[in-house]
T-cell receptor
Framework: AQTVTQSQPEMSVQEAETVTLSCTYD???????LFWYKQPPSRQMILVIR??????QNATENRFSVNFQKAAKSFSLKISDSQLGDAAMYFC???????????FGAGTRLTVKP | NAGVMQNPRHLVRRRGQEARLRCSPM?????VYWYRQLPEEGLKFMVY????????ESGMPKERFSAEFPKEGPSILRIQQVVRGDSAAYFC?????????????FGPGTRLTVL
């Protein structure tokens, strides 16, 4: 079974600083995808960034980047130059290559201090 | 370019009543997924449907829960004889097809409260 673990229930960061959210996963598959979703108070699920397991290069999207360590099954999210609007729940998610259902971690609540 | 639509956004039911949650996928999307989010938890997969077919219902409770995606109209998640433990946010997502290039787009969710 595939499981996703987020070991940090809560994190805080000062505005303009950098923060890293941790995620580990367990799988025996070789073909899979990893995602980070943001859920603000509106509860809308917003895709932040995604990574294909076969790609060695870490994905980046503006201020968001990941550190994908396939052997360690680790997929952390780095947010640079944090902004007040980044405050939200962040969920790490996993999806097998030949499947469509996604497995989510329990989430990390990020607070951004002005 | 409407996104995934869900209604109602909020639903209150008393124990023993039925809850019907609707999901209209994005235009051109024929794959629908339902997820449940309990308070302070991540989303849990429930069921994956393609037009008129249930593809994977491994995450859906065997009793009281059912889902459909008819040829015409929205996908429906039906919960019969609701209990307090059914109180959660239910999210629908849709995709054009399968594979990474077919990203799942999420709706705003329906928050079900069972009194």
């Amino acid at each position: 079974a595939q499981t996703v673990t987020q070991s940090q229930p809560e994190m805080s960061v000062q505005e303009a600083e950098t923060v890293t959210l941790s995620c580990t996963y367990d799988t025996s598959e070789s073909d899979y995808y990893l995602f980070w979703y943001k859920q603000p108070p509106s509860r809308q699920m917003i895709l932040v960034i995604r990574q294909e397991a076969y790609k060695q290069q870490n994905a980046t999207e503006n201020r968001f980047s990941v550190n994908f360590q396939k052997a360690a099954k680790s997929f952390s999210l780095k947010i640079s130059d944090s902004q007040l609007g980044d405050a939200a729940m962040y969920f790490c998610a996993y999806r097998r290559g030949n499947n469509n259902d996604m497995r989510f971690g329990a989430g990390t609540r990020l607070t951004v201090k002005p | 370019n409407a996104g995934v639509m869900q209604n109602p956004r909020h639903l209150v039911r008393r124990r023993g009543q039925e809850a019907r949650l609707r999901c209209s996928p994005m235009k051109g999307h024929s794959h629908v997924y339902w997820y449940r989010q309990l308070p302070e938890e991540g989303l849990k997969f429930m069921v994956y449907l393609q037009k008129e077919n249930i593809i994977d219902e491994s995450g859906m409770p065997k009793e009281r829960f059912s889902a459909e995606f008819p040829k015409e109209g929205p996908s429906i998640l039906r919960i019969q004889q609701v209990v307090r433990g059914d109180s959660a946010a239910y999210f629908c997502a849709s995709s054009r097809g399968t594979g990474l290039d077919n990203e799942q787009f999420f709706g705003p969710g329906t928050r079900l409260t069972v009194l």
